[in-house]
């Protein structure tokens, strides 16, 4: 039976702690994982969504059953987050709101879509998952933000659980910006929010991913994603099946 505790603010501005009775919500428990969990990251334009694509018809293939979802906007909640997210003036929100958001989001995808699809065995596929977080609202602006609030959310939220396989898309940001926008113009609407912070931003955030890859090796594998479709795809699918005894 899990609970937490945390620390909030009474009205009178007053600090008490309060234990959350996780075993309240039974269906927002993490999973003892029945299906792997594989997320993809990296900056815009890296081909995540193609390549995860194409990943969950290779483990069709081989009759593992799997979803593609992603982040944010993996639930229909989750739309209307992403909506206010992705689109828009890029000064809207602090980092510090955009983390809430994002992890609001986080939230809804584990318990109702996440967490439950694993608990059935199904291997979930994810477009972004909480290292974009890291990677976008700490290391994107300067690491400015307070990286603890960053890692106590992620304990109130998705509390032990991670990723068994978090694959980083590597790419130089100026290519993938490019394509990027390039992808943008034929959509009604512009999800262009997070590419109008500039290169100094998406140079940071890259630099992130690779660090947080170094300090976390068994879990990340970073690829080259300046090759073809096919070639990365290979790579990928050589990932899998060793780090899954496929
Ligand atoms: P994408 O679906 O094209 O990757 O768009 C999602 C955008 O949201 C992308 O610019 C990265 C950004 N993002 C964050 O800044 N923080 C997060 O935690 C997540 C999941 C995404």
């Not at 069709?60 to 209307?80: C, F, M, R, W």
């Not at 630099?207 to 994603?225: H, I, S, T, W």
Request: hydrophobic fraction near 35%.
């Amino acid at each position: 039976m899990g609970s937490l505790k945390g620390k909030v603010a009474t009205p009178k501005g007053v600090d008490g702690e309060v234990e959350w009775q996780m075993e309240l919500f039974p269906e927002c428990k993490a999973p003892s994982s029945k299906g792997m969990f594989i997320t993809f990251e990296g900056g815009e334009g890296t081909g995540k969504s193609t390549q995860l694509k194409l990943l969950s018809e290779y483990l069709l293939s081989l009759k593992i059953n799997n979803i593609q979802t992603k982040e944010p906007g993996g639930t229909e909640v989750g739309q209307e987050l992403r909506r206010l997210l992705v689109t828009g003036d890029k000064d809207k929100f602090d980092a510090v709101a955009e983390a809430l958001l994002y992890y609001a989001d986080r939230r809804v995808h584990l318990t109702t879509k996440v967490w439950p699809t694993l608990n059935n065995g199904i291997w979930v596929l994810s477009d972004r998952f909480a290292d974009s977080t890291v990677a976008y609202q700490y290391y994107g602006y300067d690491k400015r933000v307070d990286k603890q609030l960053l890692d106590e959310l992620y304990k109130i939220a998705v509390g032990d659980f991670k990723p068994d396989l978090t694959i980083v898309l590597d790419l130089d940001p100026k290519v993938g910006l490019e394509r990027s926008f390039k992808k943008a113009m034929g959509m009604e609407t512009k999800e262009t929010r997070h590419e109008s912070r500039g290169l100094k931003f998406h140079t940071n955030l890259r630099k992130g991913y690779l660090e947080m890859a170094k300090q976390e090796p068994e879990r990340f594998v970073v690829l080259d994603a300046n090759k073809s479709i096919e070639r990365l795809h290979i790579d990928i699918v050589q990932v899998v099946k060793e780090r899954f005894k496929l």
